[in-house]
């Protein structure tokens, strides 16, 4: 069964904090894996990685994927309190098809 | 550009009744896909739809069913509702064809509540 694992669960840190969330998956005909931040109902998108070793990366965020161990990280540097979310990975396994998500990391930062 | 738009935005049903709830896609998207996500929970896959044919679907039950129009727009229905069924209902929208893959963009959702 397709299994998409994220951890931690929940994570409180400080303003100007570095954050590291994880990302696992057992996913069969991958394509690609996606990251979303869920603030109040609409996951916004943030990264699609297709390729292992390539790091994106968008402001303070960065995402990078390793498809021989199976994972991807999501790195938020310097944290604000406006990315006080749920980070969400999915995995999709063909061109505009379905995606399997994750749990979802509830991140808070306190001022 | 307007983006995914979902309606109604919310909903409160009964028990046993059958509710439906709509999609448009992003302006040059033509696949539909549907998601429940419950409390607390990442987003369950529901179903697809493109070129107005179920394409793909999860593990959920035949009381849920959608349609897609030839506008691209669909529709999500849910008959003889169960409490279970009270969440959020994303809907996503992409572009299915060629070599990359494009990225699923979402609406606002329909929160579902069923009393």
């Known amino acids: 069964e397709d299994k998409v694992v994220q951890s931690p669960l929940s994570l409180v840190v400080h303003e100007g904090d570095t954050v590291t969330l994880n990302c696992s998956y057992e996913v069969t005909n991958f394509r690609s894996l996606l990251w979303y931040k869920q603030e109040k109902k609409a996951p916004t998108f943030l990264f699609m990685l297709?390729?292992?070793?390539i790091e994106k990366k968008s402001g303070r965020l960065s995402s990078i994927l390793d498809k021989k161990e199976l994972f991807s990280i999501l790195n938020i540097t310097a944290t604000q309190t406006g990315d006080s979310a749920v980070y969400l990975c999915?995995?999709?396994?063909?061109?505009?098809?379905?995606?399997?998500f994750g749990e979802g990391t509830q991140l808070t930062v306190n001022p | 550009d307007a983006g995914v738009t979902q309606s109604p935005t919310h909903l409160i049903k009964t028990r046993g009744q059958q509710v439906t709830l709509r999609c448009s896609p992003k302006?040059?998207?033509?696949?539909v896909s549907w998601y429940q996500q419950a409390l607390g929970q990442g987003p369950q896959f529901i179903f697809q739809y493109y070129e107005e044919e179920e394409r793909q679907r999860g593990n959920f039950p035949d009381r849920f069913s959608g349609h897609q129009f030839p506008n691209y727009s669909s529709e999500l229905n849910v008959n003889a509702l169960l409490l279970g069924d009270s969440a959020l209902y994303l809907c996503?929208?992409?572009?299915?064809?060629?070599?990359?893959?494009?990225?699923?963009?979402f609406g606002q959702g329909t929160r579902l509540t069923v009393v």
């Open positions: 999915a995995v999709g396994w063909t061109s505009g098809s379905r995606l399997t």
């Open positions: 302006s040059g998207h033509d696949t």
């Open positions: 297709t390729s292992s070793g």
């Open positions: 996503a929208s992409s572009r299915t064809g060629g070599i990359m893959n494009t990225e699923a963009f």
